[in-house]
């Protein structure tokens, strides 16, 4: 175990150096969009904006990120991944800076919006970027982004619930605490664009042939069963991820500190998963570990609507997230080998506006059942829509003996 552990990290040594420098802005932003979780919406509440409107608030970059994905995708194709990454991500930190330097609701709800226009890119970028410069070992490159992903997030959601409590003693009241700690994590996303400064030119080798046809008129038949199964995981996943703070507060009755040191366990579970997913993709194939994740995420998303202790609703939230990641960080690799060479970044522009729409129906419904104290629904919603995630992964691809052969190139 121990030497498969030290050659998988010996084997990462060996990424390209781009990847790496990649890899450094994955952890900074998303170190950053921890704080943001662990935080925001506790931001907005103090400020006086009602449950609701939080909702609407929440809602405004998803569905941004949803409009905007295909014409990301366009644009990413157009100059080329280094400066779509340098783009998105100091956009991003500037939106992310729009929504907290005041606490007027149309400022926050241009920032909001802003966020979403550019965010997608991430996800669409994503893919065509890790398979340009990952010739072989892809599911290996996605796994460690993703670990990479978890673990800047899970620092920053440990950030975000102990950093309050020591602002306390210093400032007047929680809304200002929340305001200064958001302010200097927006700024370090800015600070996150630097090393893609040091990114080498892919140049795209003819922009003359790009074109919208990939993404409607001639989209591939597997690209819509990837959208329509994303469109129901973006309802689970941001269901329990935008409110799981509030429901730690007001339903577990525990506090945010407490809300941030568990959820930066998450980091445990996930690597785990992630770690020891290609090999159990290898001998079973990717599809049914897949599968098996979404399953028993929508059985620990259930377990979260019961009135737990903070530890018991922690945990379950915990190996629901880790089971997602696991099942996303395959799921993303196997789009990858079943889409055809010239509509990879349309599957990922589909995936992520799909997504998206899910995420913005799930901030609305959110904020709704939120408002009206229906904290237990919340999870039940969740593991409703994980449920039918995975029936349909079964449906469109499960019952297909010969996609399980998609599994060898996962690896080449």
Known sequence: MFQRLSNYFTGIKKFDTNFKLYLIMVFLSNMSFGVFLAEFNLYILSIGIKADFLGIILSLTPFAQALAAIPIGFIAEKIGNKYALIMINTIVGIAHLLRVISP????????????????????????????????????????????????????????????PGILRGYVRTDSIAYQIILIAFSLIIILATMPLLKLQYDKPADTRKISFSPYINHIDA?????????????????????FMNI???????????????????????????????????????TLKVVMISRFLAALFALLTAFNLSPLVG??????????????????????????????????????????????????????????????????????????????????????????YHIDAELTT
């Open 104 to 163: 007027n609701k149309i400022l926050i709800m241009i920032g909001s919006f802003l966020t979403g226009v550019v965010a997608c890119g991430y996800f669409v970028v994503q893919m065509p970027f890790i398979s340009s410069y990952i010739l072989r070992e892809k599911n290996k490159a996605f796994t460690f982004t993703s670990i990479i992903f978890y673990g800047g997030q899970s620092l920053g959601v440990l950030l975000g619930g102990i950093l």
């Open 222 to 242: 597997h690209t819509i069963y990837f959208a329509v199964i994303e469109f129901f995981i973006g309802i689970s996943m941001m269901l329990l991820i935008l």
């Open 247 to 285: 429901l730690f507060i007001n339903y577990y009755r525990a506090n945010l500190d407490e809300f941030g040191m568990i959820t930066s366990l998450l980091i445990i579970p996930t690597a785990l998963f992630l770690f020891i997913g290609p090999h159990f993709s290898k001998k079973y194939s």
């Open 314 to 403: 922690g945990g379950s939230y915990i190996f629901f997230r880790a089971f997602i990641g696991l099942a996303q960080s395959l799921w993303v690799a196997y789009a990858v080998s079943v889409a055809t060479k010239r509509s990879r970044v349309a599957t990922s522009a589909w995936l992520e506006a799909t997504f998206q729409i899910g995420s913005g129906i799930a901030a609305l419904v959110g904020g709704l059942l939120i408002a009206s104290n229906m904290y237990s629904s919340i999870g039940i919603v969740a593991s409703v829509a994980m449920f039918i995630a995975f029936m349909l992964t079964w449906v469109f691809f499960g019952r297909k003996a010969e996609m």
